[in-house]
């Protein structure tokens, strides 16, 4: 079968001190400090079997994230952008719908049929270590990464444990056109982690909140949804980019502005008559920049959620905490807590409408112009079709 492949040399920086799980495991922490020359290749590769336990998807839509482009990315001295968990060649793709065809053996796939449609969980939990036998399998001491670690979706099949498949029938209810079903199928994983960051971490919101947002990809775009849906009074959003800033408009942000033109926190200040934001959301990915307007923009009792990705040190005054009563979460994955669930199940009621941020569309045999495209930034979702 066709796949999509990222390569790329195993050349530690002269700084970066290699660990023993790295050298065990072959994966790397800190990708950006290890993997070199990364290529792009759409390659053929045997079609994967489903072991015990696991079920093989035929994959119908796959989405590029923002992690996918930064694979192919790379700074002055040719290492890739991404920071974080990675494993080289491996087929990318994490945020994905598609077809059951196969069943591996095992008790575990009770429940599930063939023919069934599903979306899939990127974290790979194992269930067995202390933290997700604590209830934090986002946390899990034996992460695997659909996409980033195992074998991703952009592909014609991927085989995937069944304990991290969720059937999304509610959303072909919701969307007379198939295809566009798979597609907005295919966005509930970026949408979970909106849910986990909002609700799970930061505990939400009371119905009537002001809700600042920064950032409006996916995730943000998410975000700016579920707040919308919960009932929070405004919704006002910061991104530098035109495309977007249009795209967080069009799922019902109330306010939408340029952090360049605009300095954040005297806009919020102005639009809640000085009450200031009940939440806000870093999910723009430069907190040394938002969080200091997140900080004078804090309302009484007010909360800060980070889940963008950044590994720099930011400075804090941490007496605008204590004045105001205020707390900060950082948040990372979607899974546990109903989350997948809830998502779908709000898809499925039409509370959230990810068809709105998808853009482009191309063939599995387009993958590499796909990906092209994606590095122009404007665009919200592209969806890789096999
Ligand atoms: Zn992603
Ligand atoms: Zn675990």
Redesign the pocket.
Known sequence: MKALIVSAKWEPRPDYVVSEFEKKTGKAVEGSRVWRHPCLELQDVPQPKPGPGEVLLRVRAC?I????VHFCETDGDDYMLYPGLTKFPMVIG??FAGEIVEIGKGPESQGFRIGDRVTVE?MTWCGYCRSCRDGFPNQCQNLEEIGFTVPGAMAEYIAVPVKLCWKVDSIFERYADEEVAWEVAATT??TC?AYNTVFERAGGFRPGAYVVVFGAG?IGLGAIQLAKASGAAKVIVFDVSEVRRRLAKDVGADHVFNPLEAVPSEVVMEITSGEGADLSVEAAGSPDKTIPEMEKMLAINGKIAVVGRAAQRVPMFLERFQVRHSQLFGAQGHSGDGIFPSVIRMMGAGLIDNSKIITSRYALSQALSAMKRATQREDGKIMIKP
């Open positions: 989405g994230c923002g992690s996918d994490h945020e990127e994983e970026p982690v996916p």
